[in-house]
């Protein structure tokens, strides 16, 4: 089943502006990820954050967590073109074995 | 170093034939993954191992078998291949089910016509 909605589904900003994503999610689970995919590419891990976590920092990328409403945002601060890429929450649902349920992405382009 | 490869990266074939897709890592994970990536970006978990043993197994057709040899490879064998089978497939590693982080290999792009 497909368990993350991401919004939104593409955006575009200039270099040094902030990027805010938002992911919800239908179940509980242990832990929310995030990953970032450049064209043509694997997917990369950013970041995770287990369900008893609010908040989360990583370099320039902060992400929050908020069970009770079942979603996270992932920002991004002081963009830079290198950061143009897809982004993707994932969750690893409890009692499932580790499978990641995939949102369908945010394209996000930093322009220069 | 590369922590988890595939290979081919690039796979054309027709209709009907079979194909095998191999996945490597060398992170010294116990479990591994297939995912299926489509057109529209949206990522689906195919199949999981974990130390050699399938623990995932979503609804997908019969056409595909995972082999995992040893615990450092999943192969993903492909028979009677069809036109909707195009996408591109990534193999992933973690250290234990569940447990954080997975690590993804570059992609195989499968093109059926």
């Known amino acids: 089943s497909q368990q993350g909605e991401e919004d939104p589904q593409a955006l575009s900003i200039q270099e040094g502006e902030n990027a805010t994503m938002n992911c919800s999610y239908k179940?509980?689970?242990?832990?929310l990820q995030w990953y970032r995919q450049n064209s043509g590419r694997g997917l990369v891990h950013l970041i995770l954050i287990r369900s008893n976590e609010r908040e989360k920092h990583s370099g320039r990328l902060r992400v929050t967590l908020d069970t009770s409403k079942k979603s996270s945002s992932l920002l991004i601060t002081a963009s830079r073109a290198a950061d143009t890429a897809s982004y993707f929450c994932a969750t690893d649902e409890r009692n499932q074995g580790g499978k990641l349920i995939f949102g369908q992405g945010t394209e996000l382009s930093v322009k220069p | 170093d590369t922590a988890v490869s595939q290979t081919p990266k690039y796979l054309v074939t027709q209709m009907g034939n079979d194909k095998s897709i191999k996945c490597e890592q060398n992170l010294g994970h116990d479990t591994m993954y297939w995912y299926k990536q489509d057109s529209k970006k949206f990522l689906k978990i195919m199949f999981s191992y974990n130390n050699k043993e399938l623990i995932i197994n979503e609804t997908v057709p019969n056409r595909f078998s995972p082999k995992s040899p040893d615990k450092a490879h999943l192969n993903l064998h492909i028979n009677s291949l069809e036109l909707g089978d195009s996408a591109v497939y990534f193999c992933?590693?973690?250290?234990?089910?569940?447990?954080?982080?997975?690590?993804f290999g570059p992609g195989t792009r499968l093109t059926v016509t």
């Open positions: 179940t509980s689970i242990n832990n």
């Open positions: 992933a590693s973690s250290q234990l089910a569940g447990r954080g982080e997975q690590y």
